[in-house]
C-alpha cells in the first residue's frame, strides 16, 4: 500500500522541543515535494515547510521558520520536522503530504495550494496524505 505515516506528535510544555516523522511506504520520495502542514482547533490548514526532496531545496512558513527546521534520511525515506520552543498557539494535528514534483510549479506555491484546500483531502487526487499526528503544547 502507497502511504506516508506520521509519527512523533504527544504532549509537550511551553518551550519544549518535538521531532516529527514522515515516513514514505510503498514508494520513495526520490521524485516528489514532501511538506508539513497543521491543522488546529477552529481553523483551517496551515501550511510549514516543504522540501524538494531531489535537491533539498526547502521552504519555510514565516510563522515558524525561526523555530522549526526539516531534515531527511535519504536511506529510510523519511523526513523530520524539528520544532524547538513549542508555544500553546503550535497545538494542533500535523500532517505530512507528498506529491509528484512538477519543475513548474515552485514549492511555495504547492504549499499554499494545498493549504488552500482547508482540511485534509480524501483520496490521493492532491498527493499522498498521512493521518496526521496530534500535538499539543501544555503547562
Known amino acids: 500500500e502507497v502511504e506516508v505515516v506520521e509519527s512523533g506528535g504527544g504532549l509537550v510544555q511551553p518551550g519544549g522541543s518535538l521531532r516529527l516523522s514522515c515516513k514514505a511506504s ?12 497543521r491543522h488546529a482547533p477552529g481553523k483551517g490548514l496551515e501550511w510549514l515547510s516543504g522540501m524538494r526532496w531531489s535537491d533539498e531545496t526547502t521552504v519555510y512558513a514565516d510563522s515558524i521558520k525561526d523555530r522549526f527546521r526539516l531534515t531527511k534520511d535519504n536511506s529510510e525515506n523519511i523526513l523530520y520536522l524539528q520544532m524547538n520552543n513549542l508555544q500553546p498557539e503550535d497545538t494542533a494535528m500535523y500532517y505530512c503530504a507528498a506529491d509528484k514534483f512538477k519543475p513548474q510549479v515552485p514549492l511555495t506555491r504547492w504549499m499554499t495550494a494545498i493549504q488552500a484546500l482547508g482540511t485534509r483531502p480524501v483520496g490521493s487526487a492532491f498527493g499522498y496524505w498521512g493521518q496526521g499526528t496530534q500535538v499539543t503544547v501544555s503547562s
Not at 28 to 33: I, K, L, Q, V
Open 26 to 37: 510503498g514508494f520513495t520520495f526520490d521524485d516528489y515535494a514532501v511538506g508539513w502542514l
